[in-house]
């Protein structure tokens, strides 16, 4: 067995949660397997870092927030190589070195992963535990730094080394939607990587989407499922199409996404000059939107509309406000508003899918706003109380 398993911060928050990864560990490993493990910090571990830093002082560098979240997951990495030397499986920590900065053609940074340290501790036959957070990410704000890092450094390390990948976290595996509003919700037993990456981009979801979409690029099979159960059968694998079994039904799952705004500027000259302007303006508030769409007038305008989150929208409304090119554009937004993202690999090839969803929610009276759609998934918003009764309807007519 080769894997790389990597274990999130509600798995790992105590000593007893330690001890037990370490026992289960044991009773499984053999000599000659080849294993990673991976860990994240422990529960809240991120949030009191950043308010901590946040009381050291206003001003709070990239690297220096960087630095100190990544202690979260060092100190959980050591104490589990501890915990499986005690248990009988010769183990190291490596929390450092890993990642590298250099420079390609165009003098640009990038990063780079070097497994040489850990491909020699794996030659030795020894189990390595790695900490996650170690700067794959690209964070916008504050508030959401680290999340998903250490599921993006395990599948990295997993396309390196040739490995399949597993995420254990305190659920069974996935589900076609969010069990806690839909009880019915069924677990899904396999899913693409492209199914997967749109569940992931359009809406919260157990694993982060750059992780997904590493495993897509370099092919490595995941496996979601519950920490400490030895049945594979009750998570969820994510592998690509090539080797999924057929789809017995157009939809896969939805996705949820709360807090979203749709802007509407209209009275815009149809020449592209200000549209260009304006994405300018969204690309330094490293703002990547959704449900974009553009509407001729029969005057030679145009108007342009487009979804964001609700705390990006702030700072969206400031700027183009100080755009002196884009005064005189009305501008008009929704907020409060939430995406719901019917995904599925099966909608490729299905008809009247676009249809029953229409006809669904005229059925419910439930109004919906902004639509896009993919080759394979179909977003809406609605309004925020109008969430739960759409979820439940769609997934009732979807048998999901």
């Given at each position: 067995m080769n894997v790389v398993q990597k274990y999130g911060g509600n798995c790992l928050d105590s000593m007893s949660k330690i001890r037990t990864a370490a026992k289960f560990t044991a009773a499984n490993w053999k000599s000659g397997d080849g294993l990673v493990i991976v860990t994240s910090a422990m529960g809240q571990t991120a949030v009191e870092l950043v308010n901590v830093a946040k009381d050291a002082g206003e001003t709070i560098s990239r690297q220096a927030l960087d630095s100190l979240l990544s202690t979260g997951a060092q100190k959980v990495a050591a104490i589990l190589a501890i915990a499986l030397?005690?248990?009988?499986?010769?183990?190291?920590?490596?929390?450092?070195?890993?990642f590298t900065n250099t420079k390609d053609e165009y003098n640009q940074e990038f990063r780079q992963l070097n497994?040489?340290?850990?491909?020699?501790?794996?030659?030795?036959?020894?189990?390595?535990?790695?900490?996650?957070?170690?700067g794959l990410e690209q964070y916008a704000d504050i508030s959401d730094l680290g999340r998903g890092g250490s599921d993006a450094t395990a599948v990295a390390i997993a396309a390196q080394l040739g490995w399949d990948c597993e995420i254990y976290t305190d659920s069974e595996g996935l589900y076609t939607t969010d069990p806690a509003l839909y009880p019915k919700a069924r677990k899904i037993a396999k899913v693409t990587h492209e199914e997967m990456?749109?569940?992931?981009?359009?809406?919260?979801?157990?694993?982060?989407?750059?992780?997904?979409?590493?495993?897509?690029?370099?092919?490595?099979?995941?496996?979601?499922?519950?920490?400490?159960?030895?049945?594979?059968?009750?998570?969820?694998?994510?592998?690509?199409?090539?080797?999924?079994?057929?789809?017995?039904?157009?939809?896969?799952?939805?996705?949820?996404?709360e807090n979203c705004t749709i802007f509407s500027l209209s009275n815009m000259d149809n020449d592209g000059v200000l549209v260009a302007k304006?994405?300018?303006?969204?690309?330094?508030?490293?703002?990547?939107?959704?449900m974009i769409s553009k509407q001729f007038t029969a005057d030679g305008k145009c108007t342009v509309a487009f979804s964001c989150t609700d705390k990006q929208a702030e700072a969206l409304d400031k700027?183009?406000?100080?755009?002196?090119?884009?005064?005189?554009?009305?501008?008009?937004?929704?907020?409060?508003?939430?995406?719901?993202?019917?995904?599925?690999?099966?909608?490729?090839?299905?008809?009247?899918?676009?249809?029953?969803?229409?006809?669904?929610?005229?059925?419910?009276?439930?109004?919906?706003?902004?639509i896009t759609t993919s080759e394979i998934s179909i977003s809406l918003t609605v309004k925020l109380e109008d969430k739960v009764k759409a979820l439940i309807a769609l997934s009732e007519a979807f048998g999901l």
């Open positions: 030397e005690d248990a009988g499986v010769p183990a190291v920590s490596l929390t450092e070195g890993l497994t040489l340290q850990l491909e020699q501790y794996l030659a030795e036959g020894k189990v390595v535990v790695v900490s996650g957070f170690q990456m749109e569940l992931s981009f359009l809406g919260r979801s157990l694993l982060e989407a750059r992780s997904v979409e590493i495993a897509k690029k370099y092919d490595v099979n995941l496996f979601v499922g519950k920490a400490f159960e030895n049945d594979k059968n009750r998570g969820t694998y994510i592998m690509n199409n090539d080797t999924m079994y057929l789809q017995d039904t157009p939809i896969t799952g939805i996705s949820i996404a304006l994405f300018q303006v969204l690309a330094d508030l490293n703002i990547n939107v959704d700027a183009l406000a100080e755009n002196e090119a884009l005064q005189g554009i009305a501008v008009v937004h929704q907020p409060n508003l939430v995406m719901l993202s019917l995904v599925g690999v099966g909608m490729a090839s299905a008809t009247g899918v676009a249809s029953k969803v229409f006809s669904v929610l005229a059925t419910e009276n439930i109004p919906y706003y902004q």
